[in-house]
């Protein structure tokens, strides 16, 4: 969550700070999804699993991996997790808008959640930290990161 200022209002997250929260947000989703029985709630949860992971993803590669790629001179930590996205694209792209039909739809989704928790990991042990001693402005790149996140969520490509 963003800190308040003395005005009220919210402070801006920085870039870090702002993919954490969505790590979060997802990882909590998925536990939900662990416990849903109902195919409708899965179907809801998974819909917003897949809108959720579908943003984040295009918002790293179009705006933090290329200024940390940059600032890092980095040739493999950010190119191995710009493939680990593609595999989690194709991941959703076998269960979004896809009727929860069992087992195997069930195991998609867990493949994906446990993929997920890898990429998450990577990035807050190797490049959270590593993107974190560079010169890059992490709250000026967070405000538009968010500002691509809503307009993606709102329908924009």
Same mark, same amino acid.
């Given at each position: 969550? @963003?800190?308040?200022?003395?005005? =009220?209002? $919210? ?15 997802? #990882? @909590?989703?998925?536990?939900?999804? *662990? ?11 998974? #819909? ?5 992971? #579908? @943003? ?8 933090? /991996?290329?200024?940390?790629? @940059? ?14 996205? $593609? ?9 979004? *808008?896809? #009727?929860?039909? *069992?087992?195997? /739809?069930?195991?998609r989704v867990k493949v994906l959640a446990e993929y997920v928790k890898h990429h998450v990991k990577e990035e807050h042990t190797e490049m959270f930290p590593k993107a974190a001693k560079t ?19 709102? *329908? =924009?490509?």
């Open positions: 969550m @963003a800190t308040a200022t003395k005005a =009220g209002k $919210a402070a801006p997250k920085d870039a870090i700070a702002m993919l954490k929260a969505d790590h979060k947000k997802v #990882s @909590a989703l998925f536990a939900e999804f *662990g416990k849903a029985r109902a195919p409708a709630t899965k179907l809801r949860l998974v #819909s917003t699993i897949c809108a959720e992971l #579908s @943003a984040h993803a295009q918002v790293e590669e179009e705006m933090f /991996y290329p200024a940390v790629k @940059a600032a890092l001179k980095d040739k493999e930590m950010i190119p191995e997790a710009v493939i680990e996205q $593609a595999t989690m694209k194709d991941l959703i792209s076998q269960i979004d *808008g896809v #009727s929860p039909d *069992g087992e195997m /739809y069930d195991a010169r890059l402005d992490m709250v000026a790149l967070g405000a538009q990161m968010a500002a691509r996140k809503s307009e993606l969520l709102a *329908g =924009g490509r």
